[in-house]
């Protein structure tokens, strides 16, 4: 089924959230590479992430409605010790991009794009941002000699 539609296993999804959260980028990057190759939709796999991402927000600050409505809460339990705000972070930064990930005609870009600025967000000692302001420079100015007559060249 999710080789027709493009889309991810839970298993899939589970071992890439997995990655995300504990924040290894190179790995990400090979399985998007890997996903795209073999044909996945990068928007359904977009929209499945923050879809994984819910409902372990849900398991984390809902348990018994989790419980109750999720057939498959066992294996969410190894989400106990992941921080709420940073799930809550992670699915505000996905919704804030689905819609120009839906519209690209890149979305693998912009998808990986979208998990440097949060991997890079919560490992800023490990990444030096780019300075893109722009600071005015003092300039030291250059005494000029003004010639006023013609000079012939000396040679060596």
């Known amino acids: 089924v999710h080789e027709i539609n493009g889309t991810l296993s ?3 999804l589970s071992n890439f ?3 995300l959260l504990d924040s290894k980028l190179d790995s990400l990057l090979e399985k998007i590479d890997s996903y795209y190759n073999s044909g996945k939709n990068i928007v359904k796999m977009s929209e499945e992430m923050v879809l994984f991402l ?3 927000l849900l398991y984390k600050t809902a348990p018994n409605y989790f419980e109750h409505n999720y057939y498959d ?4 339990k190894k989400y106990d010790g992941v921080d709420v705000n940073k799930v809550i972070d992670y699915i505000t930064k996905f919704n804030a991009e689905i819609n120009e ?3 690209s005609n890149i979305p693998k870009f912009l998808l990986e794009l979208l998990l440097i600025k949060i991997i890079s967000s919560n490992n800023q000692n490990s990444f030096t941002p780019v300075n893109t302001n ?3 420079k003092k300039t030291v100015e250059n005494k000029k000699e003004v010639i006023t007559t013609p ?3 000396k040679g060596s």
């Open 134 to 136: 722009f600071e005015e």
């Open 101 to 103: 990930i839906k519209k």
């Open 17 to 19: 959230i997995d990655l």
């Open 54 to 56: 819910k409902n372990i």
């Open 151 to 153: 000079q012939k060249y």
């Open 73 to 76: 809460h066992e294996s969410f």
């Open 10 to 12: 839970h298993d899939e």
